[in-house]
């Protein structure tokens, strides 16, 4: 859908388009990732996801939805343009963001992006980080791909505060891997803002003002001035409670970043204070907001093995949507699943969907499910004897199909001699018990004794940008 005409002339061309979600509480997108070369190996994203509404329905109501990253609560969106962006780490080849309906409108989306990070870079040991603000200091540009090679979006600012320095010559250093560790671009790094004097330093204060907050802090410094031979400009960093993090020694164009630790606090921020006669100085800053990921997803095996299933059939498209079991408020209609650390699938409710075609081998793969329900659906072909072979499977409802053949005997021992299932297979005209040349019906389960079983197995259903303080300090002793 295109937004509104009158917003042509002043926005990117990519945001006069956008895609709405009128249908559905969650609705997802699915990115393919590079995976990590083990369950125990990750790999980093960078996620940008933009939002531009234009009174593209002519309502005037900016609506707002919850933004998932795979299975975790990621942000709400809920003004006409904002963009948010997450570094994120996954042992999956693929990354679900979900837009979820919270009865304030109709979810949209304009850009998604996703790009490949180095994982040695923006280290964290849980969690992912929210970008609150990047910032090209002394600078008026807007710089990302192609100078930076992971798109990172730089944003240029200039504080009145402070003093602009540039450098656009003998920057070849600042492209050296070795040592710009971060990548930062060479554009970026060629322009950087300074105290007036030595005799003060420099900081940064942000809110929102939540003392329950944890903020990530990187700070990239470059000397891009020529100094008299022999000195070196030499700062302390401190926190905003005055806790001494770090003394630098710049070098002439070798690009240095600092990783501070975690911020918290009423007021967070950082200061930078010279230790030399040369003013405290600094070239670029990322501060992001730690999010925490509570809740692990289902056990991929599970995964894979419902998706093919939704795959081979062609049914739930709109409800079966991004994780099947978690949140356990988004579980997909028809399933029940454990609550654990690695959430499995152990019931799977089928019944009148509309089946048509043979039972898929990826219900094999459940490996912990211990209730089937296809009946009064259009199955058909013989019954594979994998059935019997399902760890867990207690009962299994294949009523009111087309199905042929002879039933498995080693399933048959199951529901009967063994009575470990049970199973009902009546309104199958075509399928026998033993002989396929009988016409008798099958029985829908039978004890040892022989006597028939009527099980009736119930449908289940599952309910189941921030303000920037500029801070001039005197020189602290």
């Not at 707002?64 to 780490?89: A, C, R």
């Not at 997909?332 to 409710?349: A, E, F, H, M, Y």
Request: proline residues 5%; contains cysteine.
């Amino acid at each position: 859908m295109q937004v509104a005409s009158r917003y042509f002339t002043s926005i990117q061309q990519l945001l006069t388009n956008l895609r709405s979600f009128p249908n559905g509480t969650r609705n997802c997108y699915t990115l393919p990732v590079k995976q990590g070369n083990s369950s125990s190996t990750s790999t980093k994203h960078l996620i940008r996801a933009t939002f531009f509404y234009g009174n593209y329905d002519g309502l005037w109501q900016t609506p707002e939805f919850d933004l998932y990253i795979d299975v975790n609560y990621w942000t709400t969106v809920k003004s006409n343009y904002t963009s948010s962006e997450i570094i994120y780490s996954t042992w999956r080849n693929y990354i679900n963001v979900c837009l979820v309906n919270i009865g304030s409108g109709v979810p949209f989306i304009s850009v998604l992006e996703a790009r490949l990070l180095d994982n040695s870079i923006y280290s964290t040991t849980s969690g992912a980080l929210q970008t609150t603000f990047r910032l090209n200091m002394g600078s008026l540009d807007i710089y990302r791909h192609p100078y930076d090679v992971y798109d990172r979006i730089w944003e240029g600012i200039q504080f009145a505060e402070f003093t602009t320095v540039t450098n656009t010559t003998n920057l070849d250093s600042l492209k050296d891997d070795n040592i710009n560790t971060y990548k930062v671009p060479t554009e970026v790094l060629m322009t950087a803002q300074q105290t007036t004097n030595s005799s003060v330093g420099m900081g940064l204060l942000w809110g929102p003002l939540n003392s329950t907050n944890k903020w990530y802090v990187y700070l990239h410094f470059a000397e891009i001035q020529v100094l008299p031979a022999g000195q070196q400009r030499e700062l302390e960093v401190y926190l905003s409670d005055k806790t001494l993090v770090a003394n630098l020694m710049l070098q002439y164009l070798k690009p240095v970043t600092l990783s501070l630790p975690p911020v918290s606090g009423i007021n967070p921020g950082f200061a930078i204070v010279s230790k030399s006669n040369f003013s405290a100085f600094i070239n670029a800053v990322e501060v992001f907001l730690f999010t925490d990921l509570p809740n692990s997803p289902t056990d991929l095996n599970n995964v894979n093995a419902i998706n093919d299933i939704k795959s081979t059939y062609g049914v739930f498209g709109d409800l079966w949507q991004g994780d099947p079991c978690v949140p356990q408020k988004f579980t997909w209609r028809g399933l029940v699943c454990t609550q654990d650390n690695l959430p499995k699938i152990t019931s799977l409710n089928m019944s009148s969907s509309g089946l048509k075609g043979t039972i898929a081998a990826s219900f094999f793969n459940l490996s912990a499910l211990e209730t089937l329900d296809l009946s009064y659906n259009e199955l058909s072909g013989p019954l594979p004897e994998f059935l019997a072979f399902m760890p867990n499977l207690r009962v299994l409802n294949l009523s009111n199909n087309n199905l042929s053949g002879t039933v498995p005997e080693v399933l048959l021992k199951k529901s009967s001699a063994d009575g470990t299932l049970t199973l009902r297979l009546d309104g199958n005209p075509s399928l026998c018990l033993t002989n396929c040349n009988t016409s008798a019906m099958p029985p829908s389960s039978s004890n040892n004794g022989g006597e028939k079983k009527q099980h009736t197995i119930h449908p289940l259903v599952t309910a189941v940008a921030s303000a920037i303080l500029v801070l001039i300090l005197n020189k602290w002793d």
